[in-house]
């Protein structure tokens, strides 16, 4: 089958001779797959970028991390219309340009083009050289396509009951690792449905991977290793050949289901025990892995200065590097779990302490004790699937009789347990790690940070892209989740914004828990994208009553098409803003910029726009950010609506509508507020769940009775 190739991180713009019809309606590029969708480290290759709109007119691409290249090869326009969402999108030329030096693993990239910003996509760096899958039909064993390795083969699962076969010889006790990345680089696709509807629609491809004898006997074979990535390791019994099957467990096809398999008989590692270190610290720690040449462990260092967080390291052995592996430096005492199968056996911390764990036999369970204070609230939280290891962990918590008094169990986007724990009186509490579904073995290895918390705050939101022309803006909405009675205000910023673009200053008030991000760009904004950072920081009173500067990063999550139209979410490292050119709204203007509302009063704002000549569909005007008829993002204070009687949907060339907001009364009253920022949207929709967001000038809303240093 055919595969496409794809690049990553600063392209150049290529000048194509030739004028599509511009477009109109113009919307994020949602990229699609990437082909090959792997390229080895100190290579320059070709690969393809499949894209939902045309990626004429890119001129940069970013990473999550610095280091690789990638510029458009496109000297042609290439017209790439928005299709089904189980279509495949329209390749695109890129070249990319790996260091020697690039850290081995993911990487996301966005693209950016004059017209608009891109979703996120995946690149592979390997330590292997890369073979593409042959054009030629490799669908069995006697078609299957030759290859030695160490080798990293980029193939595609393209059709339904899609199967590769793969030939390498090998010898009499050879050790060979066999690991594929599917889900891994495709996990934040936007659309990477495979057609049907309901509950036919399939997603990620679900890989397992068989290794036969030339015979036919089945030596080894995997299934959902690291999440729905499948892992082998085989001693191979003789000198000869040997095949190996890649398909997806239910036969689906697609040709976004991409993937890269890598096969070697080098070192392979999969996790150190412990893996967290404290600062200014050196330990021993097991490997877990193979063809490790007989050694078991490694010393792990960290000096007084170094960075604290997770790290990967590749482990020097006898037979070379190991793959990178996953190591905590934390500031906390690290302790490692021994012995503590019961409550009566329970390893007693010392807060704040971080715990290396082992479940190495089914039903395992380690118990902790520690110390509390009546309404003192303590963060407990494990990290082992984050770090691809298979625990799904579960934390219980119970006061000094063995009655359980809380639970925690997955985390954010994650089985990783995380709990926020208010002790309910002074005293003895115990906790319990354990596997949910009861398992237990080498690599059921956790890290448990236990530590004394205290009023804080997370953001969430819809924040993970915006294009603007110059002399527009657009609009995010950021949402604060309170944790353990924070009730303080918080200012929002944005950090890495394109030269010309800014963003109104905000501050989220006590009572409030949400607010918009407003995006403007200058009218001579050059043409430029970058990856940008929004946070919040806040002032948070100590147990002491000490205050200090508490900041947090928006977790950034991306949209992901489901059934039936619906839309999913998952966690992903960028945000970008881009400046581009003109869009389908020229201005967008909204009167008057400050307004004043009482409890029962109505007012209203009118907004006017002017749309580019090409534009003439229907634009969607809100204040909260709506799926269909429900909220799913506001920046209105509670007791403020948007009326049923807005003249809200502007229709072929209207270029005028209205907006009136309410106030609630009773209890249901808003609260007092001065001067707080928002602004009309403006929403034009490419398909059912895909629209860009526009926004009028900001506007000061004032409730009446706020006092006058709650002005922001």
């Known amino acids: 089958m055919k595969l496409h190739i794809v690049p990553i991180t600063v392209a150049t713009l290529c000048i194509l001779a030739t004028a599509l019809p511009a477009e109109s309606t113009i919307g994020f590029r949602q990229l699609c797959s990437t082909t090959p969708v792997a390229v080895q480290r100190g290579q320059k290759t070709t690969i393809h970028v499949r894209s939902n709109y045309t990626l004429d007119g890119s001129y940069r691409v970013l990473f999550d991390r610095p280091g690789i290249t990638m510029k458009s090869l496109e000297t042609k326009l290439i017209a790439a219309p928005h299709q089904g969402r189980g279509t495949p999108g329209t390749p695109f030329r890129f070249e990319v340009d790996v260091p020697a030096e690039q850290a081995l693993g993911v990487y996301e990239f966005r693209i950016a083009t004059k017209t608009a910003v891109s979703s996120v996509s ?11 899958e042959s054009k030629d039909e490799n669908g069995s064993t006697a078609t299957a396509q030759e290859v030695s390795f160490p080798v990293a083969i980029c193939g595609m699962c393209g059709n339904a009951e899609d199967v590769d076969y793969y030939k390498f010889t090998g010898k009499a006790g050879q050790l060979v690792t066999i690991n594929i990345y599917a889900q891994r680089v495709t996990k934040a696709v936007h659309s990477m449905q495979s057609g049907g509807s309901g509950a036919s629609v399939m997603y990620l491809m679900d890989s397992i991977l068989t290794l036969r004898r030339s015979n036919g006997q089945i030596l080894a074979d995997n299934d959902n290793f690291v999440g ?14 040997y095949f190996l099957e890649v398909r997806d467990t239910r036969f689906i096809g697609n040709p976004k289901y991409v993937y890269c398999v890598e096969i070697a008989d080098r070192p392979f590692a999969h996790a150190v025990f412990p893996m967290a270190v404290q600062q200014g610290q050196t330990i021993e720690a097991a490997i877990v892995g193979h063809n490790l040449g007989a050694l078991e462990k490694t010393t792990l260092r960290s000096a007084a200065g170094d960075s604290l967080g997770w790290k990967r390291i590749s482990i020097t052995t006898p037979q070379g590097q190991t793959n990178p592996v996953p190591v905590l430096v934390s500031a ?28 190495s036999e089914p039903d395992e369970v380690h118990y902790y004790s520690f110390d509390a204070k009546k309404n003192r609230y303590y963060l407990l939280e494990v990290e082992s699937d984050r ?20 639970r925690g169990d997955d985390g954010y986007y994650t089985k990783d347990a995380t709990l926020y724990f208010k002790a309910p009186s002074d005293g003895k509490f115990f906790v319990s790690v354990s596997d949910l579904h009861n398992r237990g073995g080498t690599r059921y290895i956790y890290h448990l940070r236990v530590e004394p918390s205290g009023p804080d705050f997370e953001i969430h939101g819809k924040y993970y892209y915006a294009q603007l022309a110059p002399g527009t803006r657009m609009i995010w909405f950021a949402r604060l989740s309170r944790k353990n009675g924070f009730k303080g205000p918080v200012e929002m910023q944005v950090e890495g914004l394109p030269p010309g673009v800014s963003f109104t200053p905000v501050t989220i008030p006590a009572g409030l828990n949400h607010c918009a991000v407003i995006l403007s760009a200058e009218p001579d904004a050059r043409i430029d994208a970058r990856l940008v950072r929004l946070y919040g920081k806040a002032m948070i009173a100590d147990t002491d009553g000490t205050s200090r500067e508490v900041v947090r990063a ?49 007012v209203e704002i009118k907004v006017r726009v002017k749309r580019s000549e090409e534009f003439t569909g229907p634009i969607q005007l809100a204040m909260p950010f709506l799926y269909g ?11 403020v609506t948007m009326s049923s009687a807005s003249k809200a949907r502007l229709t072929e060339k209207m270029v005028e509508g209205t907006i009136i907001l309410e106030a609630a009364t009773g209890e249901n009253a808003p609260k007092p507020i001065t001067r707080f920022p928002i602004a009309v949207m403006g929403r034009i929709s490419m398909s059912f769940s895909i629209s860009t967001n526009y926004a009028s000038n900001p506007i000061r809303l004032t409730i009446a009775g706020a006092p006058a240093n709650a002005e922001q």
């Open 387 to 406: 770090r691809d290891l298979p625990l799904d962990s579960v934390i219980n918590v119970f006061d000094s009789t063995g009655k359980q008094v809380n």
């Open 228 to 241: 729905g990535d499948s892992f082998l390791t085989c001693k191979l019994p003789a000198d000869g050949s």
């Open 122 to 132: 995946h690149l592979l760096v390997t330590d292997y050289p890369v073979v593409n």
């Open 554 to 602: 928006a977790r950034v999550t991306c949209e992901l098409q489901a059934s039936g139209g619906s839309q999913a979410r998952w966690p992903i490292k960028t945000q970008i803003v881009g400046v581009t050119n003109p869009l389908d709204l020229v201005e967008f203007e909204a009167t008057p910029s400050e307004i004043t509302l009482r409890p029962g009063e109505k």
């Open 629 to 639: 008829n429900s909220i799913v993002e506001d920046q209105l204070p509670p007791g």
């Open 332 to 359: 906390y005492p690290q302790l490692v779990a021994t012995g503590n199968h019961s409550l009566g056996k329970a390893m007693p911390l010392s807060l704040p302490v971080g715990v290396n764990g082992r479940l």
